[in-house]
């Protein structure tokens, strides 16, 4: 009669159970199973597992399939590194969870705080300690271990100085790096010959935000019809370093011994030997011309006078002028044809060759040399 009875009960109990919620903690279940934890101290929900390492195990399964997607617990010796927490399906772990706070994607023993095994894709914007970056700006290796956002390009912005003569440039506020090319002035050319171009100097600073920057912007030589002059240098200082662009020679011709030196391009130095951030060329030379003769009829003879080109500047286009020309008749003492050249351009081409005939009945002095020039990139 009793074994009648408990059994009535049983069955009365799980009809209750298959059509009522149950709750723990509460008397109006919401779910099959809600469970209100009333304290901090104790766990409110706690699988515990045989010793082969697992720590309890929980299936979400749909009641139409046979497979669904386990939380599993392990727990080995070592309290943080052995203790694991894995998300998988029948075929592969998604995500383990360990006990030292790391997590791995595809990733059974993840060595870092986020371990991914595969592509990373978003939608949003990646952060550097809250940080986005600005628009251009990419992600840089600083080589241990950290990164920063820097610019696409180290020098966003350029100054353009070509008056000639002293000038002071106030570096900009959150500037602290500045590269800063400059060119000396060209030589003069005179009638045999061009001159030589200004020397080119490169250089990059580290700067303070609200310092000068001093520079000196050399003239362009003057041309001759023989002693052309000089090209003035280029100079840029910042605190106790000088860099200079030396000013191209001119052309210079020797009557005693008729002799032609074309213009030879300009040097250039740092003051301080110390200072090592910085590249220099020299300019171009010039060349000198050429006195041709020929006869065109059986008593008719030509002269031709073709004058030397101006030598031209490191890294930027053709800046030297081209020598100028004369065709000349003898027999009749006519120009047939003659031509000025093109003068030097800025910054620092050498002057343009003149010409001049071999009786020097006709000629033309030589051009100027182009003045010097100071870019500063930051």
Known sequence: MKKLFLMAAFAVLYTTLLSQNVGIGTATPAAKLEIHHRTTVAAGLK?????????????????????????????????????????????????????????????????????????????GAIRLNGNAGANGQFLQSNGDGSMNWVDAASYKNIAVFKTIGPSVWIVPAGVTKIWVEAWGAGGGGNCYAGGGAGGYVSGIFIVTSGSTLNFDIGDGGGGAAEAATNGQSTTVTYGTVTLTGGGGFGANYTSVIKNVNPGSGGGFFSSSAAFTSYYGASGGNATKGNLSFMQSGSTTFIEEAISGDGGSSRFHQQTGGYGGSVVYNTTTSTTIRTHSGTLAKQPGGGGNGGFILSNAATFLNGGSGGDGMVLIHY
């Open 47 to 123: 699988l515990v597992d045989s010793s082969a390492n697992l720590s309890g195990s929980v299936l979400f399964q749909n009641v139409n399939f046979t497979r669904g997607i386990r939380a599993v617990g392990f727990a080995a010796s070592n309290f943080n590194n052995g203790q694991y927490l894995d998300i998988r399906t029948d075929s592969v772990i998604g995500a383990t969870f360990k006990g030292n706070g790391f997590l791995g994607i595809r990733n059974l023993e993840p060595g870092y705080p986020l371990d991914v095994y595969g592509d990373i894709n978003t939608s």
